[in-house]
């Protein structure tokens, strides 16, 4: 297969797990690539994302890695041999990788859990809620991407799998541009609070004991638990956080969150609240 100059995240996700089955079975990246009849730097490449794995080749490894869990191998079978060419593959050379990543991995999600603590998530956010948060950048950002960067997040909010968000008062509170501007992003949120799919709870100022400010997260449900994803912001863009150890910390975490919340009835009257208020 072609090697790739710009694996997505996705692409490295399969090497990541192809890489650790390797190391669980105690084999080293040589032998492995001997079991292919390839060498190492070739298996570094599709460890890394940067070359593609076909299906029988994939299994082979499986088996070679004695990895019994059928369900995981055809997960990451369906990885390796996804030729998709989603949407979000338009903006590609005109936005940061990390904007694309996000978007593939919520288009492969199976469900969103989210944690919003100052701003409301970009999966709700209305257009002039979204311009003013772009129009905060330093450096400012000119007028053509700033529109391209609008355009895209609202794409992303085409929202059919079950989605829990847990949003904090001061994201609803605070202004990021005028007053008319946040009554119509919280009318937004009332209205998406109605679908079936949705879920949306509010922790309110007023909760005490609440020490996990900085909890603000999105974990995507992979096709199987094992390929679950955590993204975090950080200052150049998105982390994905994919080690057992971690997943397992944040879904801890974000049940503490959800569990301290309003229920979503007692969340739109909260939200309702607020509307009048503007």
């Known amino acids: 297969m072609v090697q790739r100059r710009e694996p997505t995240a996705r692409q490295m996700r399969l090497g990541i797990e192809l890489r650790r089955l390797r190391e669980a079975a105690g084999l080293t990246a040589i032998e492995a690539a001997a079991l292919l009849g390839a060498n190492r730097v070739q298996m570094s490449h599709i460890e890394s994302g940067l070359k593609g794995v076909s299906e029988e080749r994939l299994r082979r490894l499986a088996s070679h890695y004695a990895c019994t869990d059928e369900e995981f191998v055809d997960a990451l079978v369906a990885m390796a041999t996804d030729r998709t ?20 991995l919520e288009h492969h999600a199976t469900f969103l859990d989210e944690v919003a603590i100052l701003y409301v998530p970009g999966m709700l956010q209305t257009e002039d809620y979204a311009r003013a948060v772009f129009s905060s950048r330093v ?22 799998i079950p989605y829990e968000l847990v949003i904090h ?22 209205k998406v609070s109605e679908a079936d799919n949705i879920t949306l709870r509010v922790i309110p100022f007023d909760l005490d004991g609440f020490a996990r400010a900085a909890s603000t997260m ?19 863009g998105s982390a994905f956080i994919d080690s057992e150890a971690q997943l397992s910390a944040f879904r801890t975490r974000f049940r503490k969150v959800e569990a301290v919340s309003l229920d979503p009835e007692r969340s739109r009257d909260f939200i309702n609240r607020l509307t009048k208020e503007l």
């Open 85 to 104: 060419r989603g949407w979000w593959e338009e903006y590609r050379g005109r936005l940061p990788t990390s904007f694309l990543d996000l978007a593939e």
């Open 139 to 160: 450096p400012e950002l000119t007028r053509d991407e700033l529109e391209l960067r609008v355009h895209h997040r609202a794409r992303r909010q085409q929202i059919t």
């Open 169 to 190: 008062e001061s994201a609803l509170r605070i202004r990021v541009s005028d007053r008319a501007a946040s009554r119509a992003q919280l009318a937004k949120l009332l």
């Open 218 to 236: 999105i974990y995507a449900g992979g096709s199987v638990p094992k390929l679950d994803t955590v993204v975090r912001d950080v200052p150049h």
